[in-house]
């Protein structure tokens, strides 16, 4: 009895079920993406920090560097 409800219900509502399933997966899948998007953004920005930060360290050796040599002449 409560099997035939539902299939019943289903039946008559099957069209509407699927549009929002549909859009349902579109929206998930829109979602999904953004998502991804923003993570690979996010890691490049990491890696560009990374090679600043390296920049910025070699930098700072080669001053430490140079005073070195200037307190030893």
Same mark, same amino acid.
């Given at each position: 009895?409560?099997?035939?409800?539902?299939?019943?219900?289903?039946?008559?509502?099957?069209?509407?079920? &699927?549009?929002?399933?549909? $859009?349902?997966?579109?929206?998930?899948?829109?979602?999904? /993406?953004? *998502?991804?998007?923003?993570?690979?953004?996010?890691?490049?920005?990491?890696?560009?920090?990374?090679?600043? &930060?390296?920049?910025?360290? $070699?930098?700072?050796?080669?001053?430490?560097?140079?005073? /070195?040599? *200037?307190?030893?002449?």
């Amino acid at each position: 009895m409560v099997l035939s409800d539902i299939v019943e219900l289903v039946a008559r509502n099957g069209v509407w079920l &699927m549009i929002i399933c549909v $859009v349902a997966i579109g929206s998930w899948f829109r979602y999904r /993406e953004h *998502e991804l998007k923003a993570h690979q953004d996010l890691r490049t920005r990491e890696m560009e920090h990374q090679r600043e &930060m390296k920049k910025l360290e $070699v930098e700072l050796e080669k001053a430490k560097g140079r005073q /070195e040599t *200037e307190k030893v002449v």
